[in-house]
C-alpha cells in the first residue's frame, strides 16, 4: 500500500536549475550545492551526480558522517563539512579523502583548530580548512576579533591549508540591511587580512537568497540550497522584487508528491469526519481517502485547513477526460492522520463535466507548479514551516523515481539504506581482508 505514494525528483529539473544559477553568477564565481540531511531528504546519492555534472565546484555537507555517505556512494567532487570536526578514524574513506584533498574541514574556534593542527600531523600534505566567520548569524563560527590569530595559526601550521574564509547571512531573504552590515564585517575582515590570505583562497558567503538578491553578497563561490531544487522565487516580495537577479522565476521545482484514491465514501450531511470530530460535513458529501500521512511527512498542520470557515482545496485530483489529464482540488477534511489523509470529494463528484471518480485516481500531494496551491512553498506557509523543514520530512520509507529527459530510475523504501550497508561491509572487508 505504501508503493501508491510516490515522491518523484526531476533530475533534468535539477540541472536546469544549476545552468540558471551558472547564468545568475558568472562564469567566475563557484557554485557549492548544499546537500546536508541527504540532500534535504530527496537523496544525495542520487541527486549530487547531476550537480556535478551540470558544474559544481564542490559539494556541502553539515556533518562527516553525511560526508562518508558521499564517498561511500562514489559520488566524486570535491567535499566540504561545515561542522566542527575534531576527529577522524584512521584508515576509512574520510581520511582518504582528506589526504587527498577531497575533503575539506571547517574552523570554529582555537580549541578545535588545535585538535585538527594534531590531525594533520599525521600527515605528509597539508590538509584544506575553511575558517567560518560569525559576522552575526551567532551559530558556529569564531567572531571577526578573533579571526586574525586563527588565519595565522592556520597558516603557521605546516600540514595545514587555509582553502576557505566563510560566513552565513542571517537574513539575506527579508533584511537587506542586516545582510549588508554582515557582509561589511566580513569585507573589512578580508581586507585588514589580506596579506595573510592566498589568493587562490575560496571566499563564500551566499545562500540562496543571497545569491538571487545581488551579486555584490557573491564572492568567489555561492553555497546554494533550495536553488538547486527549483525553491528560492518564493522569498521575493513584491516591494523588493526589484533587487532581485534577472532570471530567479526560472528556477524549475524538481519534486512531486503523488498517490492514490485508495476509498470513496458518500456520507449523509452532519456526519462526523477524523480524529476529535475536527470536521463535519454541512451536506451529502463524498470523501476520498489518501493513504499518506504525516509519518509519510504530510504536515500535520495542514489539518487546520480543513477547519475553517471555507475549507482550502490542497490536493490535487488526476482525471483523465477525454481532452486530457486536469487537475481539480480538494480540501483536506478532518485531521491528517499517521498513514492517511481524507479529503472532500463532493464538488468534483457533482460537476457533470468532470469524468467519473474511481478507486485509484491518482493524487497530487506536492506539484512542480509554482502557481498552484499544491506547491511546496505554499504547503509551508500554511503549516507555518519552511520548504526546507518539509522536503526532510518526507519519510525515507516513500517510494522514489528519478526522472531524467531520457529516462526513469526507481529506488524502493530500504534501497538505500541497504546499499549503503552493503558498501560498509565491503570496505570492512577490504581494510581487514
Keep these: 500500500m505504501r508503493d501508491l505514494t510516490v515522491l518523484e525528483i526531476d533530475l533534468t529539473a535539477v540541472a536546469h536549475n544549476m545552468a540558471v544559477l551558472r547564468r545568475l553568477v558568472g562564469p567566475r564565481v563557484g557554485i557549492c550545492p548544499v546537500v546536508k540531511a541527504d540532500a534535504y531528504g530527496l537523496g544525495a546519492a542520487r541527486v549530487c551526480p547531476t550537480l556535478l555534472a551540470a558544474g559544481a565546484e564542490m559539494l556541502a555537507v553539515y556533518t562527516a558522517d553525511q560526508a562518508a555517505e558521499l564517498l561511500r556512494a562514489a559520488v566524486g567532487g570535491t567535499i566540504l563539512v561545515m561542522m566542527p570536526v575534531r576527529s577522524l578514524a584512521r584508515g576509512d574513506e574520510l581520511e582518504h579523502a582528506l589526504v587527498r584533498g577531497r575533503l575539506h574541514l571547517t574552523v570554529h574556534d582555537r580549541d578545535q583548530l588545535a585538535d585538527l593542527v594534531r590531525l594533520s600531523e599525521r600527515y605528509t600534505t597539508p590538509i584544506p580548512v575553511h575558517l567560518d566567520i560569525d559576522t552575526g548569524m551567532t551559530r558556529g563560527g569564531c567572531l571577526p576579533a578573533d579571526a586574525p590569530e586563527l588565519i595565522a595559526a592556520i597558516n603557521d601550521a605546516p600540514r595545514l591549508k587555509l582553502a576557505g574564509i566563510s560566513t552565513h547571512f542571517s537574513s539575506a531573504g527579508s ?40 551579486g555584490a553578497y557573491h564572492q568567489r563561490m555561492v553555497r546554494i540550497g533550495q536553488a538547486w531544487a527549483g525553491y528560492g522565487p518564493e522569498l521575493i516580495d513584491e516591494e523588493s522584487a526589484e533587487e532581485w537577479r534577472d532570471g530567479a522565476h526560472d528556477l524549475r521545482p524538481c519534486v512531486t508528491l503523488s498517490s492514490r484514491l485508495i476509498q470513496i465514501k458518500s456520507v449523509p450531511a452532519r456526519t462526523k469526519v477524523g480524529y476529535e470530530a475536527a470536521w463535519t460535513t454541512r451536506r451529502a458529501s463524498v470523501i476520498g481517502l489518501v493513504p499518506t500521512g504525516y509519518a509519510d511527512g504530510y504536515p500535520l498542520a495542514l489539518s487546520g485547513a480543513g477547519r475553517r470557515r471555507r475549507e482550502t482545496p490542497l490536493v490535487a485530483v488526476m482525471l483523465q477526460g477525454p481532452s486530457g489529464l486536469t487537475r481539480t482540488y480538494a480540501p483536506v477534511v478532518g485531521r491528517v492522520n499517521m498513514d492517511q489523509i481524507t479529503i472532500d470529494l463532493t464538488e468534483i463528484a457533482a460537476d457533470k463535466d468532470t469524468p467519473p471518480l474511481r478507486v485509484g485516481t491518482g493524487v497530487e500531494l506536492i506539484t512542480a507548479d509554482r502557481a498552484a496551491p499544491n506547491h511546496l512553498a505554499h504547503l509551508a506557509t500554511i503549516a507555518g514551516t519552511s520548504p526546507y523543514e518539509l522536503l526532510c520530512r518526507l519519510n525515507p520509507r516513500l517510494r522514489r523515481v528519478y526522472h531524467r529527459a531520457s529516462a526513469s530510475i526507481e529506488v524502493m523504501p530500504g534501497a538505500a539504506a541497504a546499499a549503503r550497508a552493503a558498501a560498509t561491509a565491503a570496505a570492512a572487508a577490504v581494510s581487514t581482508g
Design 175 to 214: 533584511d537587506p540591511a542586516t545582510t549588508d552590515r554582515q557582509l561589511a564585517r566580513l569585507e573589512r575582515l578580508l581586507k585588514s587580512e589580506a596579506d595573510a590570505i592566498s589568493p587562490v583562497c575560496i571566499v563564500h558567503a551566499a545562500n540562496t537568497a543571497a545569491t538571487l538578491r545581488t
